[in-house]
Nanobody
Framework: QVQLVESGGGLVQAGGSLRLSCAPS????????MGWFRQAAGKEREFVAS????????NYADSAKGRFTIFRDRAVNTVYLQMNSLKSEDTAIYYC????????????????WGQGTQVTVSS
């Protein structure tokens, strides 16, 4: 049984930055590929970024590449999503997830989901 808890969301002006955190609850998830997804109001959940267990390899959606950075701190078993140059189109609930492979994670095939944290970007 693994629980993922996201934090760091909030309201920010366009062009600003936020850092999201994903921490385990109940069990560690250091052996899993980790990722971030988001779901805007009225839209389907979409892949944002993923990172391998050791943090050596990352994947990004086109919308995130160049602006967002995913990284992990294994010492505290936490995964982060640094979001810079935020746009109004980034407004969504952001979800942390864990899975077995980075490849399948891009399609939303994951083992565990967090409950989400709201990110709102004002124009």
């Amino acid at each position: 049984q693994v629980q993922l808890v996201e934090s760091g969301g909030g309201l920010v002006q366009a062009g600003g930055s936020l850092r999201l955190s994903c921490a385990p609850s109940g069990r560690t998830f250091s052996s899993y590929v980790m990722g971030w997804f988001r779901q805007a109001a009225g839209k389907e959940r979409e892949f944002v970024a993923s990172i391998t267990t050791g943090g050596a390899s990352t994947n990004y959606a086109d919308s995130a590449k160049g602006r967002f950075t995913i990284f992990r701190d294994r010492a505290v078993n936490t995964v982060y999503l640094q979001m810079n140059s935020l746009k109004s189109e980034d407004t969504a609930i952001y979800y942390c997830a864990s899975g077995l492979t980075a490849r399948t994670m891009t399609t939303g095939t994951v083992n565990y989901w967090g409950q989400g944290t709201q990110v709102t970007v004002s124009s």
